[in-house]
């Protein structure tokens, strides 16, 4: 009879990555979206998918979005060799599960999502969301600004996403920077970052200029860099109480991220993103959301994996990972 070796490192596979159940983000462990239940478990991040995409203008199918991303996960690792970091021993982070949809009803939706983010944040755990079209950043914002008094936004985007409301509809995915300043965010410390001008509406436009939010347009990012586009966004959402960070896939090169409802021609390179993920989590974040991938519109997991590399760099600097370096 065979024996199994000895398993001494945590980190290591010992069978096929895909074998096994398939249910939570990197097969961490379930914990209910309760801040007893979260602080009984150590837990210090908490996964959370919003599967509601019944806002979108364009292609849907982002309500795939977090079981796309969970089903891939299992390709990455908690450690990272070259930073010398483990996310288990920094954020024991946890799956909290999806967010019981209300069909078709934007409204009672965002409400049970935004008590169930809001429990990660009373538990001290930074809440991960995974969407979702891009209206799921609203429930997420109103959460954080019911517990912080002057949270910063950095916005990574190919769209502005500052619309006041698309055909009277105001819990739309082109809104959630105008919800998150009805919320109570300072439009002074709001930064969109990696905006194209192609793809975006006079009305949007007007809005950021009457607010005074900060655009880093696409090609400023080329010119300066995506350093300078981190620090950038630190300097303007980090001024106040900490910064949430949003990330939509569509910010991507559609030759990166092609399963997502609005694939952008000319958008970030995937090194790119990450790179600007990094500096901006440096520091610490008050939560972090990652949208719009579509695995349903894709014939590969590419667009799925991104997204779940940006969520895991995000928790990771946001713990200190490449402090040292």
Known sequence: MSVAPPQNDPTMWTSLLHAGLVSSFMRLPYVAPDSQALLAAGARAGIYGLPFDATNVSRTG??????GIREVSCQFLPYNAMLDFDLIAALNPVDCGDCDVVLANAEKTFARAQADIGAILDANALPVTFGGDHSITIPAVRALRERVA??????????????????????????????????????????????????????EMDYCREHGITVIWLEEIWERGTAWAADRAREIAGAGDGIYLSFDVDALDAAYAPGTCCPSPGGLTSREAIEIVRGVSRGGLLGVDVVEAAPSLEATPSTSLIAGRVAIEAMAFHAGAGAAR
Do not use: Q
């Open 62 to 67: 982002a309500n795939y979005g977090p079981r």
């Open 150 to 203: 002057d949270p910063g936004l950095v916005l990574v985007d190919m769209h502005l996403d500052s619309a006041p409301d698309v055909g009277g509809e105001e819990l739309n995915h082109c809104c959630p920077v105008s919800r998150a300043v009805d919320a109570g965010f300072d439009p002074a410390k709001i930064a969109l970052v990696g905006i194209s001008g192609w793809m975006n509406p006079r009305t």
